[in-house]
């Protein structure tokens, strides 16, 4: 059954009402109408199935006929990667999003050679959007929050938020199931360095934050490469 995402404030009593790009997709892409079933999921990962009733050029009205809320929250799960050049993020994007993340936020880093410009506000959106095609994708309940580029300051201040920040990073040496040896929180963060990997100096005051190392085995992988190893290990060893 196709997938669609709305905001909560869209749905009044027994009625959806989805808008936007959307309808276009709805009417005129998939060719839906009255009668046709589909599922809308809300910000709180509550999903509705619900039946088209009537279509307009800005608008579907759809009738819920069942609701299936979300079960007792797993932990949350972010990824920090250092910001690359070119159109890498939008993969990491795309692979994070499927992979489960919760969370993800460029970083500028040492080694970065791209730097947020005019334009950083138009990137988040097509990031968002990008993230938005890999959850119907994947058919994942939620959403991951898109952060714009994060400086070096903003990103350490931001991890004290969590229970446990794993770096990996190819001069560590313990691997992932040690680094979450008796975990017990519900906020984990993963960090990823940019091309040429994280400077030392980076790695010695995430460590000196209360940050584990870990690494991802005796290959040196692309920084497009190593979330998506980071995240299926972590997703593993977690049950998640």
Same mark, same amino acid.
């Given at each position: 059954?196709?997938?669609? &995402?709305?905001?909560?404030?869209?749905?009044?009593?027994? &009625?959806?009402?989805?808008?936007?790009?959307?309808?276009?997709?709805?009417?005129?892409?998939?060719?839906?109408?009255?009668?046709?079933?589909?599922?809308?999921?809300?910000?709180?990962?509550?999903?509705?199935?619900?039946?088209?009733?009537?279509?307009?050029?800005?608008?579907?009205?759809?009738?819920?006929?069942?609701?299936?809320?979300?079960?007792?929250?797993?932990?949350?799960?972010?990824?920090?990667?250092?910001?690359?050049?070119?159109?890498?993020?939008?993969?990491?994007?795309?692979?994070?999003?499927?992979?489960?993340?919760?969370?993800?936020?460029?970083?500028?880093?040492?080694?970065?050679?791209?730097?947020?410009?005019?334009?950083?506000?138009?990137?988040?959106?097509?990031?968002?959007?990008?993230?938005?095609?890999?959850?119907?994708?994947?058919?994942?309940?939620?959403?991951?929050?898109?952060?714009?580029?994060?400086?070096?300051?903003?990103?350490?201040?931001?991890?004290?938020?969590?229970?446990?920040?794993?770096?990996?990073?190819?001069?560590?040496?313990?691997?992932?199931?040690?680094?979450?040896?008796?975990?017990?929180?519900?906020?984990?963060?993963?960090?990823?360095?940019?091309?040429?990997?994280?400077?030392?100096?980076?790695?010695?005051?995430?460590?000196?934050?209360?940050?584990?190392?870990?690494?991802?085995?005796?290959?040196?992988?692309?920084?497009?490469?190593?979330?998506?190893?980071?995240?299926?290990?972590?997703?593993?060893?977690?049950?998640?």
């Amino acid at each position: 059954m196709r997938r669609f &995402f709305l905001n909560s404030q869209a749905i009044e009593k027994d &009625f959806a009402f989805i808008t936007g790009s959307d309808v276009h997709h709805i009417r005129d892409v998939l060719r839906l109408g009255p009668g046709d079933a589909i599922t809308v999921i809300d910000e709180s990962a509550a999903e509705y199935t619900v039946e088209i009733v009537a279509l307009s050029d800005h608008e579907v009205r759809a009738r819920i006929i069942a609701v299936k809320r979300p079960g007792a929250p797993c932990v949350f799960l972010s990824l920090f990667q250092g910001l690359p050049k070119g159109t890498k993020f939008d993969r990491i994007i795309e692979k994070a999003t499927e992979l489960g993340a919760d969370r993800i936020s460029p970083v500028i880093m040492e080694r970065s050679v791209a730097r947020p410009d005019a334009a950083t506000g138009g990137r988040v959106e097509r990031w968002r959007r990008i993230a938005e095609a890999a959850a119907k994708q994947s058919r994942r309940p939620t959403l991951p929050q898109i952060d714009p580029p994060l400086s070096w300051s903003e990103f350490k201040n931001t991890l004290a938020d969590f229970d446990l920040v794993i770096v990996f990073w190819e001069g560590a040496s313990d691997p992932v199931d040690l680094a979450l040896s008796g975990f017990a929180g519900q906020n984990l963060a993963v960090v990823i360095g940019p091309e040429g990997g994280l400077a030392a100096a980076e790695v010695t005051a995430l460590v000196d934050a209360g940050a584990k190392t870990a690494w991802l085995g005796p290959r040196i992988l692309r920084t497009e490469t190593a979330p998506v190893a980071a995240l299926a290990l972590v997703n593993f060893v977690l049950g998640r």
